[in-house]
């Protein structure tokens, strides 16, 4: 995976002839999980129960004299369980009967970026629409079910890689000519597909059901970053 980001970011400093600056940007916001990745109510085999988590992004990008953008995210999304509601779709009785234990979702992209650098005239304004795509890396959730007096099982995934797309928009405000501060948002959707097993773990271990699955990923991540620009 290294060799891969390297690169992607040497291909910033080496693609186009014509570019009026290379802009570097760390960003840090929250990850909300969407559609069937966040569905509380389904069963959990089919992937949902994800809750809203946190997103890190290093994007670099090369400003051609066109204002078209060319560029490399390469990013990390972390999703928790929602502990209660899978609780709840056990044993709606009583919830509390069942004791869980997990390990979040986590999603990694590796991407290539092509956008669009508006400047609004007489302003330090910048607005960014970009589109985000290349190769999503994507660990399935880890969790433990316990029922009060009965066995406790063990769900495990494996790592699944998809194309991913996300397309975004940035909102940058230049503090001087180096430095600025953004608004980011952006929406990803993958297809991965990931090797479940699940097995009780109390007494004697026994495989129960092993299934490859498809999940539909999909999130939305917004939130704050700060850019340099050389």
């Given at each position: 995976?290294?060799?891969?980001?390297?690169?992607?970011?040497?291909?910033?400093?080496?693609?186009?002839?014509?570019a009026q600056e290379l802009r570097f940007s760390l960003q840090l916001g929250a990850a909300i999980p969407q559609g069937d990745f966040a569905e509380n109510k389904s069963n959990p085999e089919d992937g949902g129960f994800a809750k809203t988590g946190f997103d890190m992004k290093f994007v670099a990008e090369r400003i051609l004299e066109n204002n078209f953008v060319t560029g490399v995210n390469v990013g990390f999304s972390m999703f928790g369980v929602d502990q209660n509601a899978l609780k709840?779709?056990?044993n709606p009785?009583?919830?509390?009967?069942?004791?869980?234990?997990?390990?979040?979702?986590?999603?990694?992209?590796l991407q290539f970026r092509g956008g669009y650098n508006w400047t609004i005239k007489e302003t330090n304004l910048h607005v960014i629409p970009f589109v985000d795509a290349g190769l999503g890396v994507f660990n399935s959730a880890y969790y433990s079910i316990k029922v009060s007096g009965g066995d406790t099982y063990l769900r495990t995934g494996s790592t699944g890689l998809g194309f991913l797309v996300s397309p975004g928009l940035d909102v940058m405000y230049m503090v001087n000519d180096f430095v600025g501060i953004k608004l980011y948002s952006n929406y990803q959707f993958a297809r991965y597909t990931v090797d479940e097993e699940f097995r009780v773990v109390s007494?004697?271990?026994?495989?129960?059901?092993?299934?490859?699955?498809?999940?539909?990923?999909?999130?939305?991540?917004?939130?704050?970053?700060?850019?340099?620009?050389?």
């Open positions: 995976m290294r060799s891969i980001i390297l690169a992607m970011l040497m291909s910033i400093f080496v693609s186009g002839t014509h709840e779709y056990i009785a009583n919830p509390d009967l069942v004791c869980t234990e997990t390990q979040a979702f986590q999603n990694i992209n007494g004697t271990p026994d495989v129960i059901d092993q299934q490859t699955k498809k999940y539909n990923y999909s999130s939305i991540c917004l939130g704050l970053g700060a850019n340099v620009t050389l």
